[in-house]
């Protein structure tokens, strides 16, 4: 059991459908862990539950030794888990550099340092948050995009925008809802190095549910399998590769 990401037991029904039934892992600080599974094995709600967008049924989801499960989701958010979501989650009229900032404003609640310290200090953290928004988009080489409206991007552009906005806030663990779909091969690279470096140099924790596999083999330290809703494999993505209920559950769905 680790002490930074641990789930217990972990069972989410929706009526009658048990979405994840008794799903146990852990994972360490600036590990990277990928979970995989056939559509509808319950990778995304066991993302909603950690993040706290569903209530779980029974089990505990504990993060830094503190249990979570229970809490709602801008308390988890605020506690340093963040996300990306499937379907994108950006904010269509803002542009591409006030979505980067919504992932800052936790951080520096300007308006209310703004009522009171009087508008200087609330503008220099401002600044600040604006510094460090275009240092990202610098980062993905994405810095002429700054000033356009986040809904008129490509679907792969505004992939990239989700985790730069994810990412704003150097949390601790960042969960990545099929981060790859829609980007160009070159991007998919950038992206896999960025979480590369993320977990190497920051000690970042990535969560990444991903169905391209060059993606999953090339970043992951383990990989976790669901298959309507349970573990079935959990182990390095050379074990995981070779197992035999692994590969069941894809030729099954195939
Ligand atoms: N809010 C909900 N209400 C009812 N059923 C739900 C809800 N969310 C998910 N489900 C069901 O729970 C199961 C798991 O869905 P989930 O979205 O977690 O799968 P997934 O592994 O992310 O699939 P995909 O690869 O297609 O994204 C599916 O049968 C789905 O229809
Ligand atoms: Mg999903």
Redesign the pocket.
Known sequence: MSDFLNLSDVHVR?GG?A?LSGVSFSMKQGEVVAVI?P???????LFNAITGYIGISSGEISFCGERISGLPAHVIARKGIRRTF?NGGLFGDLSVLENVLTGLHTETPSTLLGTLFGSSRANAHEREAVGKARELLATMNVSGLADQPAGGLSGGQQRMVEVLRAIASDPPLLLLDEPAVGLAPPVRIQLRETIHKLARDHGLGVLLIEHAMEMVMGVSDRIVV?NYGKKIADGSPEEVRQNREVLEAYLGHA
Request: no cysteine.
């Open positions: 929706f459908l979405a599974g559509n509808g094995a319950g990778k995304t709600s499937q669901l």
